[in-house]
């Protein structure tokens, strides 16, 4: 199936109750406190990154979230980078059903030490809430300083597990550095991973030998693995893992990595944030199948 063939179905699915569709397999647990969390989250970077005034755009934006916690989700994640992304969430957010379930996540993300408490205090006022449940030192800038803003902010409780985030497959060597210097106040690794890009697989290792969430960033290669694999029919496969979309397979590909907590895809449309949360239902694949799915995602890009 095709992704501009799922209007329909998603509209369908939409309208259901949730009981109505495919069970949803029990949450992920963040190892050091064992909270519960749904193994697809939703990304903001560029998606809703949106001018704020414009009714259009926000109702689109208000869909996909419609969809994203009707279908089970919770993790969010964002950053000042994103240009009005916090702001649009900020609006957006206040009533929305199944918002409650909202794990909130940002970033601070600025070369000052200085300028981090400031920042995060913004990031607080755009989203509308009191405490943060996840803040990320972005792309490890100025880490070390941000860690122990960040280290304060949790003890003051506003907020309650801190990461560290790379993207790009860049600057692995220095995040290996820093899980050995801060792994023990850490809670998240957010880093890229996908079935084009595998070079995170030891730090993902790693993290989790030290009881740290992965959070997996750019699960779909900034959108291009999808494009590819568009032209190709889905596998026999696919049934066995009740899937009917390339993102589902995709997501439960990187999902069965046994390090990985949360994938966040981004999108600006309902109808692919439900394909993307079809992977929260039916089986992961075993270690026989994540190997003949790899194979079989090989071969598609190949063809």
Not at 113 to 120: D, K, M, S, V
Not at 173 to 196: F, K
Not at 286 to 300: F, K, Q, S
Request: charged residues 25%.
């Amino acid at each position: 199936m095709q992704r501009r063939d799922w209007l329909a179905a998603a509209a369908a699915l939409a309208a259901m109750p949730l009981g109505a569709t495919a069970e949803l397999r029990p949450a992920r647990t963040m190892p050091r406190s064992g909270e519960a969390l749904p193994g697809v989250g939703l990304g903001t970077w560029l998606t809703f990154h949106v001018d704020p005034d414009d009714a259009g755009v926000m109702a689109a934006r208000r869909a996909v979230l419609e969809a994203f916690f009707g279908a089970g989700g919770a993790l969010i994640d964002s950053s000042p980078m994103y240009d009005t992304a916090e702001q649009v969430l900020g609006r957006l957010l206040p009533g929305l059903p199944g918002a409650r379930r909202l794990y909130s996540a940002t970033k601070v993300w600025t070369p000052f030490e200085a300028a981090g408490p400031g920042q995060l205090e913004r990031s607080l006022q755009r989203w509308g809430l009191p405490r943060f449940d996840l803040l990320q030192v972005h792309n490890l800038l100025a880490w070390r300083g941000h860690m122990r803003t960040l280290t304060d902010w949790k003890a003051r409780g506003l907020v309650r597990h801190l990461g560290v985030t790379t993207s790009h497959g860049n600057k692995h060597d220095e995040m290996r550095d820093v899980l050995e210097a801060e792994g023990r106040r850490l809670d998240v690794l957010q880093i890229t991973y996908n079935p084009v890009d595998r070079r995170a697989e030891p730090l993902m290792q790693r993290a989790a030998d030290l009881g740290l969430a992965v959070i997996v960033n750019r699960p779909f290669d900034g959108g291009d693995l999808l494009r590819r694999l568009a032209r190709v029919p889905l596998p026999p496969l696919a049934a066995e893992l009740q899937c009917t979309s390339w993102a589902a397979l995709v997501l439960k590909w990187e999902l069965s990595h046994p390090a990985v907590t949360v994938a966040i895809p981004a999108t600006r449309r309902a109808d692919h944030c439900l394909q993307n949360m079809e992977a929260l239902r039916g089986p992961l694949p075993d270690l026989r199948a994540r190997a003949a799915l790899g194979a079989e995602i090989e071969r598609a890009l190949g063809a």
